[in-house]
T-cell receptor, first 114, second 110 residues
Framework: EAGVVQSPRYKIIEKKQPVAFWCNPI?????LYWYLQNLGQGPELLIR????????DSQLPKDRFSAERLKGVDSTLKIQPAELGDSAVYLC????????????FGEGSRLTVL | DAKTTQPPSMDCAEGRAANLPCNHS???????VYWYRQIHSQGPQYIIH???NNETNEMASLIITEDRKSSTLILPHATLRDTAVYYC???????????FGQGTTLQVKP
C-alpha cells in the first residue's frame, strides 16, 4: 500500500513569489491534514479536511495561504505571496476514519524563502 | 484540548530500555493518549495509543497511570535507530485534532 505522497520534496523561492504543495493521501482515507513545522518545533495544524470539506481551518493564515481538496482525494496548499517567515516544512497526513488519532504522514515539503 | 508536558531531552544507552514520561493532568475521560516519533527529515510516525489500560505492540509499551494523569512510553531495547523526537499527544475523537507539543528528543548512545 502506497503511503502519503507529497511533492515537491524541496522548494527554494524568492520572497513574494507564489508556491504550491501537493499531497496525495492513502487511498480510502477520508481525512486529510496539512501541518506546518518550523525548525526545532512540533508540527502545527493548518487545516483539516473531511472528504472535500474543510472542517478546521482556524489556524490557516487566510491572507496568503489557501488550500483545496477537490473531489475529496488529493489536496493542494498554496502560499501567495511567500514571506521569509514561511520557510518551514509542510507536512500532509491522512487517516482512515474520524474515530482514530492514527495519522499517516508524508515526508514533507521543505520550503526555503530567500 | 488537554495539554501534555514532556522533558525536552533524554539519553539512553543502546540495548537498554528507554522510558519516556508524559504528564497530561487535564485529560478528559474520553480522550486517548497517543505517541508518535519523528526521525530526522521524516514525517511523524505513529507508535501506540491507549485509553486506560496498558498497551503493547511490536514497537513499544505504553503504561498509563490509574488516574490517567501521566503515562510512560517504553522502548524495551533501544537501538541507535530509535534516536528521534517523541511526541505525547492527547486525542479526542470529538474534535479530531492532533496537537503536537515540543516532544522529547531521545538520543540513543552506543
Amino acid at each position: 500500500e502506497a503511503g502519503v505522497v507529497q511533492s515537491p520534496r524541496y522548494k527554494i523561492i524568492e520572497k513574494k513569489q507564489p508556491v504550491a504543495f501537493w499531497c496525495n493521501p492513502i487511498s480510502g482515507h477520508n481525512t486529510l491534514y496539512w501541518y506546518l513545522q518550523n525548525l526545532g518545533q512540533g508540527p502545527e495544524l493548518l487545516i483539516r479536511y473531511e472528504n472535500e470539506e474543510a472542517v478546521d481551518d482556524s489556524q490557516l493564515p487566510k491572507d496568503r495561504f489557501s488550500a483545496e481538496r477537490l473531489k475529496g482525494v488529493d489536496s493542494t496548499l498554496k502560499i501567495q505571496p511567500a514571506e521569509l517567515g514561511d520557510s518551514a516544512v509542510y507536512l500532509c497526513a491522512s487517516r482512515k476514519n474520524v474515530n482514530t488519532g492514527e495519522l499517516f504522514f508524508g515526508e514533507g515539503s521543505r520550503l526555503t524563502v530567500l | 484540548d488537554a495539554k501534555t508536558t514532556q522533558p525536552p531531552s533524554m539519553d539512553c544507552a543502546e540495548g537498554r530500555a528507554a522510558n519516556l514520561p508524559c504528564n497530561h493532568s487535564t485529560i478528559s475521560g474520553n480522550e486517548y493518549v497517543y505517541w508518535y516519533r519523528q526521525i530526522h527529515s521524516q514525517g511523524p510516525q505513529y507508535i501506540i495509543h491507549g485509553l486506560k489500560n496498558n498497551e503493547t505492540n511490536e514497537m513499544a509499551s505504553l503504561i498509563i497511570t490509574e488516574d490517567r494523569k501521566s503515562s510512560t512510553l517504553i522502548l524495551p531495547h533501544a537501538t541507535l535507530r530509535d534516536t528521534a523526537v517523541y511526541y505525547c499527544i492527547v486525542f479526542s475523537s470529538n474534535t479530531g485534532k492532533l496537537i503536537f507539543g515540543q516532544g522529547t528528543t531521545l538520543q540513543v548512545k552506543p
